[in-house]
C-alpha cells in the first residue's frame, strides 16, 4: 500500500511540473488613455528552448467597447520567435509584438485604449524557463519597447472556424487584416470571395459567384499580373459573363474558356441584345466603326448602273425615304444604325456627285446647241 501511494506522489508531481496553469500574473487596471500602449514586461528569459507558454489576456476594454479574450503562443529557438501566433475569442484585437528586452521577453499591446482592464493568465511548465519564480514579478507599463530591443516579432491573429460561423449584425469589418483564400495559391494572388446561391435552377443557372484576383490568367491571358475578376460558375462546370479590371486598368467582359458573354447596359435593364446598352446621353471625342460589308465607292465603278432621275422619283413617292435609308417608323421601332445610315448617305453623296456631272455635261451640250443656233 505504502509503495502504491508512493507512485501516486511521484506521478502527480510529475504532472504538476509538466503543466500548471498561472493565473493572475499581471492585473492591468488603467484609468485613463494610454500614451504609447501596454508593455508587459516578463521574467521569462530570452533562451533557445527554454519556453512555450500558451499566455491568456481576458478583460475589457471599455473605450471601445470590446470584451478582451486573447491567447498568445510562442516558442524561442535560434536566439528568435518562431510558431508565434494569437488567437482572439473576444472583439479585442490590436496588435502584438514580441521582443527580447535585455534578456528577457517583453510584450507590447498597441492599444490605446480608455479605461483597459485585464487579467494575465500562463499556462506552462515542463521547459527550463517555465517556472514559478519566472512567472512572479510580470509587470504592465505604459511603453514602447526600448530602442535597443531585439528579435522584434509582430504576432499574426490566427483564427480558424469548423461548420458555421454566425454574424449576428450581418457584417465582416476587416479594418487591419485581409481576407485571403490559400485553398489555391498557384490561381489566386492574396483575395477570393464566393457567394452561393441559395437556389437550384437546373445545370446552366449560376450556383457559386466569386470575386477572385487572379494570377494564373484563366479569363483575361495575363499572367505577369494579377487581374479583378467577377464570376460567375454554373453547375455544369462553365461560365458566365467573367467581368475583368486588367492591370492597366482595362475593364473587360471576357469570352475565354467557353464563358457565356453578356452584354452592358447603362440606365438600361434591357439591352435587346445589343452588346451596348445605353439608357440616356453620351459624349464621345471620336468614334470608329469598322464595317464587314464593303463601302460604296463601288458607285464610281464603270459597270455600276446609275438610277435614272425618273426612277429615283417613283421609288420617292412610293416609299417617301431615299433608298438605303430606314423609314421613320422603323426608326421609332428600332433606332438609328449609324453604321448604316453613314453607307448610306455615302452612297447618296457619290450618286448625286455622278448626277451633277452627268448635268454638267448635259448643261454644256445645250450651251453649245445655243451657241450654233445664235451663229445662224
Known sequence: MKRIVACC??????????????????NYKATGTPVYGVKIKTNFPFVNGSQMPSIHFQGYSYGSSEPIDLTLVYYVWDNTFIHQCLSSAGAYTPPMKLANENGKVSIFIDSKSYFQRFNVHVDAGGLAGENASNLAGWTAVDSNLISSASAVTQVAY???????????????DSASTRIESDGDAVSYANMMLGVKTTTSLGTTAPMLYNLSLRKDGLFS??????????????????FIAPFLVMPDGTVVLAGAQNAVNGN???????TKGYKLAVGGNMIAEKVVVKLQASWPDYVFAPHYKLPTLKELEAYLEREKHLPGFASAKEVEENGVDLAATAKALTKQVEELTLYIIQQQKELETLKELVKKSACN
Open 9 to 26: 506522489m511521484v506521478l502527480l508531481v510529475s504532472l504538476t511540473l509538466k503543466a500548471q496553469l498561472y493565473t493572475d500574473v499581471v
Open 158 to 172: 490566427v483564427n480558424r472556424f469548423s461548420g458555421t460561423v454566425y454574424l449576428p449584425n450581418g457584417k465582416v
Open 221 to 238: 491571358g495575363n499572367t505577369t499580373a494579377p487581374t479583378l475578376e467577377l464570376y460567375a460558375l454554373r453547375k455544369n462546370g462553365t
Open 264 to 270: 452592358v447596359g447603362i440606365g438600361v435593364r434591357d
